[in-house]
């Protein structure tokens, strides 16, 4: 079973930085897929980013070159820096995992795949 819990976020301005933690339990962060997930009040979870392989990672369209997924094994924890946000990055920030499926790649930013889910931090970017 897999646990996975939040931090690191709260309220910036707009053009400001935040960086998410997420603290892995139950197995090795290196073994499961992993990924970062938005919801916008009124608006569908969405996938942000997410982890294909070392050193290869897959971001959604609105985050690329401003957000950054990285894990470190040593600590077991997944991270994501926001740089350059903007007030439509406001959303709780949900980090999830499922343990790899036959040979499907990770990386995947679509939600029916992952099984474990964290409580969720706000972001919140006010201009």
């Known amino acids: 079973q897999v646990h996975v819990v939040e931090s690191g976020g709260g309220s910036v301005q707009d053009g400001g930085s935040l960086r998410l933690s997420c603290a892995v339990f139950g197995y090795d962060v290196s073994s499961v897929c992993m990924a970062w997930f938005r919801q916008a009040p009124g608006k569908e979870r969405e996938g942000v980013a997410a982890i294909v392989s070392v050193g290869n990672t897959r971001y959604a369209d609105s985050v690329k070159g401003r957000f950054t997924i990285s894990e470190d094994n040593a600590k077991n924890n997944l991270y994501l820096q926001m740089n350059s946000l903007k007030a439509e990055d406001t959303a709780i920030y949900y980090c999830?995992?499922?343990?790899?499926?036959?040979?499907?790649?990770?990386?995947?930013?679509?939600?029916?795949?992952?099984?474990?889910w964290g409580q969720g931090t706000q972001v919140t970017v006010s201009s």
């Open positions: 999830a995992a499922y343990a790899p499926v036959g040979t499907l790649a990770c990386g995947v930013l679509g939600r029916t795949l992952y099984k474990y």
